[in-house]
């Protein structure tokens, strides 16, 4: 592999101008470099075992030869989903964002084959769109489903991934005449925006790569004609596109998710490139609101299949959650652009949520199979139409495998941020981070076992002359932190936005050690999530856990285990399918099989009584569906509390007979 | 109004062949005749106000324009989905069934144009489907998404209607040219059939009318053809459509609610006429799955709106219950036919609790709005896609209300059976009685107020000279009955059947008085039902009850009242909007506004105490959204144990403060 010198690129995903409403600033370069942990064997799991099978599977699948179509304008027949040039774009800024640490033949090959065939396929006056092209379909006519903008955006962000990457210019090249294309044809000139978000943060970031001022002002166009009923209807009605309230008027997120959150990452750039405060604010207040009301305990979010859409408030089925892979990572951007923006670490706590349980179990512990959908609760014999809710390949759809891995080929830039003299660890991991601060160079080797251990190691590598910061966010689930500077014990309290925060003048060797308290703990729900009520959770550090099928005792199905709050023991360990982990087990009892017959509803409350005392085991929620595809459960019943056993001494044939319930 | 004489028509629905297997007998006729009460008013209702507003939609929205399309040969633009026929077919069918009672002239004229209509477009070899014949597409290339068997069904269904209530002849005649060229095109020589299955069950009944047995074996055939993947694939899979098990195989209701059990109706009745015990019992052991796994309380069934299907085992929802007005119907038509097959009185329990709730329910007070979804939780501010959740006069997708119509214009036809000697009423209302028994003539009047009282009054009429039975089902929910005869106390015992069986020599004059206990009560779910958890419900007799924001005090929101179980009291009056009921009165709590801000998850259990002790009031859930379309809920979260209120004494910033839930 041949990698570049570090530094020597402009940096990572979302780069605001020097002109930007921003509280804190990315790194730049390549970012920190992931050293060690489980982030980096993420990282490296998909560079090794997934993007090869997904370059495989764009050449089966049809989106490579849908190009080669449009290229030769002679029409044929095109395969799958109006948008299959995203799973192209989306692979490509995955590439882009792989090479700044260095390619791979395969890879480099792959990324001048598209970049060839997009310049062959692009159209004259810039317009490219294998599903137009092919189909002959008139263009921007049917911009409600027709997808053309949102297959636009991701070509501008594969290609920023590369400007910022030292790829291949002529893929930018293409890039940018398309965004002239879009910016002569919309802007100002032509009313109509699509129904999938995304143009609107691509064309921001390509502002901010270019100095091009009409492409802030195209996005800021979309934003600002969105909620005015242009889109029309796509068969889901208006609040599925975010097209029934105008962006400043909007109190919430609502339709499809992860349109709602491309839309926001959009709303947030145009602000903060705008200086526009107002438009800002109304975005973190959604964002707010969607954490208060509309989101899973693994960060997912988008509770309905119906439309993969938001639900009402406190919707949140464990069951019946969607929480699409690509909500999870539309969650991660828009918190990322909130987080530079204000500096508050709420938005990094929601990160490290999502990042560790909505996001990451979305992987297979192999990395060769991913979930599009991703529930808190599945019942052994789940159906979804003929689907068993297993990890897949690939899809018709194919939205998420590439999407998880552009987020990944990019994740350490999302690890630290600076703000004046002051350098912020948003994430933890095994890390070197490096960064001009101060008039002077910082750079701090990250080191520890987390998310597993919580003692987290800073030891200082080099530093400017004056004072400076280096803050550490205390995570919002440590109940306690203790931190020691070169073995002194150290106050250690969060600032008002979150961090712990030691500011002095840094000498090379010194070490500042944190650990946080990652003792496994119960997670209760607010009597609000009507769905989850009587049930607790297990959490652990940044994890959240579930009891699966497999690991309970033999003959005790997890549909009958009940916790018993009190008792919960670690242990590490190796399983087999699932690999490292940290096994929970919880002080349970298992009850009897519930009564058949009737229906399910009587006149006389429970009637299982306590139940026999047990251990259930839990494991990490992205370890889940690495076995059997048995049965799973994060949200488990509580126990009954201790006291007399209302049911032992009831008669036959009450509570619970099947003749008392029908 | 011109009403035929009484015992001189056939019958209504279901007409088991002498041959069948049949424990009970319809009585024939016009059946009992609804003299008052509230199924009378349903049925009135639906004859003055829905019936007349029917005839007018289907002017306007397309459905006879497309007949008149296909008449024309001449092409045109077909209006609405693939079986737009059927919505006629039903409002033919409800026309039918009401004519036994009398007809208008309006209906009359209808019913002669449609026939007229309907003989013009059919074609010459009996072919008819609207769809088919105006857009040109090939006849049975696409029958997994066609519904032209489907349609096909309905046509026959309103055939055999009018053909038992003295309708024309040539609607008759035109669905059996329809029927015959099915079984030339179908029967032994072409495998396939329809991906929405009634035409079974339509063609056991035209084979019942009609005597002729290749309707039968047609019947047959399709129902042994099920689950062998014949159909194709609409894009919901084999599950969705019922066939990816054969159904002899198959364990539990499946897929599309619809369609799943129009399919039992069909199994049934190809079981019963052609004597296969095995068939029968399979699809009896699926309505006891059904029943047990996956009903709500209100009788509705289909859980998931993604695929209007049934869901996992106990996935029952009460916010997202999808619960189709048409699912319900078709539960009430299965279990009919397999309460005639066994005698069994859980059949009439279910399809008592349907009709009162989960069908009642779907019908506003003043019969001109209808739901095509019917859930057990409706939050304040709820959307669906952009729609609000509540009733409308029709649908894109009009399948309910007409289906609505002909439930009710024949209701009274499921009142009661005979079986040998003996008269079983299966549902308590204002009725007369009358059918031949033990060799002469039983008339019975049914009097009282149910469901508002559960006292009735059986009075006999007159009565055959030997000693013979009058039973009538002991309602599953029923705590106590008492009864007596002429005054005389009785031993009021239900048999192994379920019913209270007395047999006498019974003379004209002779009065049976039951009362039944309908005084309000709790209903708990089963620990399976993870949705339901620490919920409780209110029922009285055969109501489910709802809590609606608009009768709670003034301040207070329907989602901070738990209740107290201990005190219910009952209040007897009327409802602007609603009309008559009882309202209900529960001890409740009223809990602060939960807190707001961060994730609704917190490391420690509750945190809002008992509450401050209020009233909630509750109203039929059949009367619901008949007011302002705010919040409701039938599973009410159960207030805290009495004892110490442990949050008390929490400090400041603990528990559920932001702070510390994120």
Known sequence: MDAPERGSLPGGPVRPTARAISAHRPLGGRGPELSGGLLRDWQARSRDVSLPMALRHLRTAGNMENLRLAASGDGGVYRGPVFMDTDLYKTLEAIGWEQARGTTASL?????????????????????????????????????????????????????????????????????????????????????????????????ELYRETGDGQYLQLARQFVEERGHGLIGDSGFGRRYLQDSVPVRESASVAGHAVRALYLESGVVDVAVESGDAALLAGSAARWDDMVATKTSLTGGIGSRHSGEAFGDAYELPPDRAYNETCAAIASFHWSWRLL????????????????????????????????????????????????????????????CPPNIMRLLASLQHYLATTAGDVLYLHQLAGASVDTELGGGAFGVEMTGDYPWSGAVELRVRRAPAPDCGLAVRVPHWSGGVSAALNG????????????????????????????????????????????????????????????????????????????????????PGTLPGVGRTVVIESDAAQLPPAAAGGLPYSPRPGGDGRGRPMSAVAVPYFQWDNRDGRGMRVWMPLSRPDGPDTTAGREPGGADSPADIE
């Open 340 to 399: 530079l923006a204000t500096g508050d670490s709420k938005y990094a706590d929601l990160m490290e949520r999502v990042l560790y349980n909505g996001f990451g179990g979305a992987i297979s512990a192999d990395g060769t199979r991913f979930f599009y959908v991703n529930p808190l609760q599945r019942r052994d014999g789940h159906f979804e139409n003929d689907d068993p809710g297993r990890r897949r390949e690939w899809f018709s759809c194919a939205c």
């Open 488 to 571: 002194e014990p150290l106050a250690a309290r969060a600032d008002e936005h979150g961090y712990l925060l030691v500011r002095r003048c840094w000498q090379p060797g010194d070490v500042l050690a944190i650990t946080f308290d990652v003792r496994p703990r119960l997670t209760y729900p607010s009597r609000r999530v009507d769905a989850l009520r009587g049930t607790a959770a297990v959490e652990r550090g940044p994890l959240v856990y579930c009891f699966e099928q497999a690991d309970q005792p033999a003959g005790v199905s997890v549909e009958d285990v009940t916790l018993r709050p009190g008792g919960l023991r670690e242990r």
């Open 108 to 204: 480099a090959e792959f990324t001048e084959e598209a970049a060839s065939l997009l310049e062959k396929a692009q159209q004259p006056d810039g317009y490219l769109n294998s599903y137009v092209q092919v189909t002959g379909q008139q263009r921007y006519t049917q911009l409600e489903r027709s997808h053309e903008l949102y297959c636009a955006g991701h070509l501008l962000q594969a290609a920023v991934a590369h400007a910022r990457t030292g790829g291949p210019a002529r893929l930018v090249d293409t890039a940018r005449r398309f965004a002239d294309h879009l910016a002569s044809t919309f802007l100002g000139t032509r009313e109509g925006l699509d129904g999938h978000p995304i143009i609107e943060t691509a064309l921001v």
